[in-house]
């Protein structure tokens, strides 16, 4: 009973704690409970019993958006009022970030970049749900159906009352809870549309409470088309099992080459090594968006089988990242330890 109390008091402590110092003499907890961290925390299913989301609404969710390549400056989209910024020619991505993050948040404009690489005239839309994300992690977990709810709705009204093409929703780039808001978005929108949005990228979405929840309530490979998933630290932040219609598995998909691998129970690294893997999954899709193609995978059963017996694996590449893949099944890949991350 006192070791579950415990576990209980360090998941939610590493979690809504990780900004600060603790101070805890943590080299004295049991060895019995020096488990990994996410099998503490997913052993857990009481945690869920007695929290609540928050109200969410449309009018604490930003979207930032830029027109072209060019745009020196974002223009804020009213999701009531749309009309003037609405072009139904334009190809839309949409980013999502994660817990505690807003729409400064390093990757977005780095991502954004990327994709201006590509195609100059894309309209980018940066989602700031910093309102909800900024809550303690279960709160934050809690909302991120609504929030998903209310960005699928805006992509409904720009489809029926603009005739935007479903088509042209080009993608959904999600991280960590925001891989999570995205399949949200992409459930209502089938459910509403009975049609599917055409690509959901997941960059290491959550696993945290997700892994054991049923298929309706987190990312599964009906949410899109494509479900892309890009597996980074699976099994600690991150989501472990296959959960798209293509998963990448680069270094295996649960530590990440140039992360140090170290105690969990160590809050200084629990934030800085811990989330290197984590944020390893958007450090690759800005390289991969930006260089289509440099992130060579080949499927196969298992990370095991592919750095052992090699032999068995299928003669079957794909690029991690391509926006244009329709395969199915698990990817694995090595990348370097330092950028380029590309071999
Ligand atoms: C993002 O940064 C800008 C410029 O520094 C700042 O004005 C804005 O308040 C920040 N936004 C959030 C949500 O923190
Ligand atoms: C925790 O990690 C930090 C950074 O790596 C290190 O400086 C510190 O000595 C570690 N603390 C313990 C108790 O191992």
């Given at each position: 009973?006192?070791?579950?109390?415990?576990?209980?008091?360090?998941?939610?402590?590493?979690?809504?704690?990780?900004?600060?110092?603790?101070?805890?003499d943590l080299s004295r907890v049991s060895e019995a409970i020096q488990q990994d961290f996410f099998n503490l925390c997913n052993g857990i299913g009481l945690l869920h019993k007695n929290v609540h989301g928050d109200v969410v609404t449309i009018d604490n969710i930003k979207f930032?958006?830029?027109?072209?390549?060019?745009?020196?400056?974002?223009?804020?989209?009213?999701?009531?009022?749309?009309?003037?910024?609405?072009?139904?020619?334009?190809?839309?991505?949409?980013?999502?970030?994660?817990?505690?993050?807003?729409?400064?948040?390093?990757?977005?404009?780095?991502?954004?970049?990327?994709?201006?690489?590509?195609?100059?005239?894309?309209?980018?839309?940066?989602?700031?749900?910093?309102?909800?994300?900024?809550?303690?992690?279960?709160?934050?977990?809690?909302?991120?159906?609504?929030?998903?709810?209310?960005?699928?709705?805006?992509?409904?009204?720009?489809?029926?009352?603009?005739?935007?093409?479903?088509?042209?929703?080009?993608?959904?780039?999600?991280?960590?809870?925001?891989?999570?808001?995205?399949?949200?978005?992409?459930?209502?929108?089938?459910?509403?549309?009975?049609?599917?949005?055409?690509?959901?990228?997941?960059?290491?979405?959550?696993?945290?409470?997700?892994?054991?929840?049923?298929?309706?309530?987190?990312?599964?490979?009906?949410?899109?088309?494509?479900?892309?998933?890009?597996?980074?630290?699976?099994?600690?932040?991150?989501?472990?099992?296959?959960?798209?219609?293509?998963?990448?598995?680069?270094?295996?998909?649960?530590?990440?080459?140039?992360?140090?691998?170290?105690?969990?129970?160590?809050?200084?690294?629990?934030?800085?090594?811990?989330?290197?893997?984590?944020?390893?999954?958007?450090?690759?899709?800005?390289?991969?968006?930006?260089?289509?193609?440099?992130?060579?995978?080949?499927?196969?059963?298992?990370?095991?089988?592919?750095?052992?017996?090699?032999?068995?694996?299928?003669?079957?590449?794909?690029?991690?990242?391509?926006?244009?893949?329709?395969?199915?099944?698990?990817?694995?890949?090595?990348?370097?330890?330092?950028?380029?991350?590309?071999?």
């Amino acid at each position: 009973m006192r070791q579950q109390y415990l576990v209980v008091f360090l998941c939610v402590f590493a979690f809504v704690r990780l900004e600060e110092e603790p101070g805890l003499d943590l080299s004295r907890v049991s060895e019995a409970i020096q488990q990994d961290f996410f099998n503490l925390c997913n052993g857990i299913g009481l945690l869920h019993k007695n929290v609540h989301g928050d109200v969410v609404t449309i009018d604490n969710i930003k979207f930032y958006l830029w027109r072209t390549k060019k745009s020196k400056k974002y223009t804020i989209l009213d999701p009531r009022n749309p009309t003037k910024l609405i072009n139904k020619k334009a190809q839309y991505v949409f980013f999502v970030h994660g817990w505690l993050e807003n729409v400064n948040t390093s990757w977005y404009n780095n991502l954004k970049h990327s994709f201006f690489e590509i195609n100059p005239e894309l309209y980018v839309i940066q989602v700031d749900w910093s309102e909800y994300a900024g809550k303690d992690y279960i709160i934050a977990l809690y909302d991120t159906r609504e929030v998903g709810n209310l960005i699928g709705k805006l992509i409904i009204n720009l489809h029926q009352t603009y005739s935007v093409p479903l088509d042209n929703f080009m993608v959904l780039v999600g991280h960590s809870l925001g891989g999570q808001v995205c399949g949200f978005a992409g459930k209502h929108i089938k459910k509403y549309l009975g049609k599917k949005i055409p690509r959901i990228v997941a960059l290491d979405p959550a696993g945290v409470f997700f892994e054991d929840a049923p298929e309706s309530e987190k990312l599964n490979p009906e949410d899109a088309s494509v479900v892309e998933v890009i597996h980074t630290s699976g099994g600690r932040i991150g989501y472990k099992e296959p959960c798209g219609t293509i998963d990448f598995f680069p270094n295996g998909g649960s530590w990440q080459a140039g992360c140090i691998k170290e105690a969990i129970f160590n809050m200084t690294d629990l934030k800085t090594k811990v989330s290197c893997s984590h944020f390893r999954s958007w450090r690759f899709y800005i390289e991969a968006v930006a260089n289509p193609q440099s992130f060579r995978a080949r499927k196969c059963k298992s990370w095991e089988d592919y750095t052992k017996k090699p032999d068995s694996c299928e003669d079957d590449y794909e690029t991690m990242g391509d926006l244009h893949t329709h395969k199915r099944g698990k990817y694995y890949l090595i990348t370097n330890e330092n950028p380029p991350f590309s071999q």
